[in-house]
């Protein structure tokens, strides 16, 4: 194996195994957020208000929880702005969940036939601790370090494929 071909290998080498030592260390420097949208006179928005009262108790130190009141027909700044949020998510009906990773942008959302209170949680430890989940995860901001490692190999082997 000639020199040029030698180093390649180890540079991908060197970037599987670097890609699988600092996963868990951006995992654990996460901080997470749960967003509840909800309206007046809902009874299952009330029902999941428990689960999110629930939530917020366990995990006080580690999330931010942002309770947004979501109208038919948004009048004031606070509630055309709390409408456009809920909107930006994709949702139709309330109640509603987004779990945040803020660090990465990543998130997961919950429409109200979702919100059960162990998947919230699975869900909310995906985003603090890496935890693998069942859940939806939507990617919209980053496209994740698996993906540009994967890139970055392809590219090396085009590059190495050229070269030849």
């Known amino acids: 194996m000639n020199k040029s071909k030698y180093s390649l290998v180890i540079l991908f080498l060197t970037l599987i195994i670097f890609s699988l030592l600092i996963q ?11 967003e ?18 629930k939530i917020q108790q366990q995990y006080q ?18 509630e055309i702005e709390n409408h456009s949020i809920w909107k930006n998510y994709g949702f139709d009906y309330v109640p509603a969940i987004v779990i945040k990773n803020i660090s990465s942008g990543n998130y997961t959302i919950f429409r109200y036939t979702e919100i059960e209170e162990q998947d919230v949680i699975d869900a909310i430890d995906a985003h603090l601790y890496g935890k693998p989940s069942e859940t939806k995860v939507i990617d919209e901001k980053t496209p994740g370090f698996e993906l540009i490692l994967a890139i ?6 085009l590059f190495y494929k050229k070269h030849k």
Do not use: Q
Not at 29 to 34: D, M
Not at 63 to 77: A, F, G, N, Q, S
């Open 24 to 34: 868990p260390v951006i995992a654990e420097n996460n901080k997470a957020s749960l």
């Open 36 to 53: 509840f949208f909800h309206t007046t006179g809902c009874d299952i928005c009330d029902e999941k208000k428990i689960i999110v009262n």
């Open 61 to 78: 130190n580690d999330i931010t929880v942002k309770i947004y009141l979501v109208t038919d027909h948004p009048e004031t700044e606070l």
């Open 152 to 157: 970055l190999a392809i590219t090396i082997l």
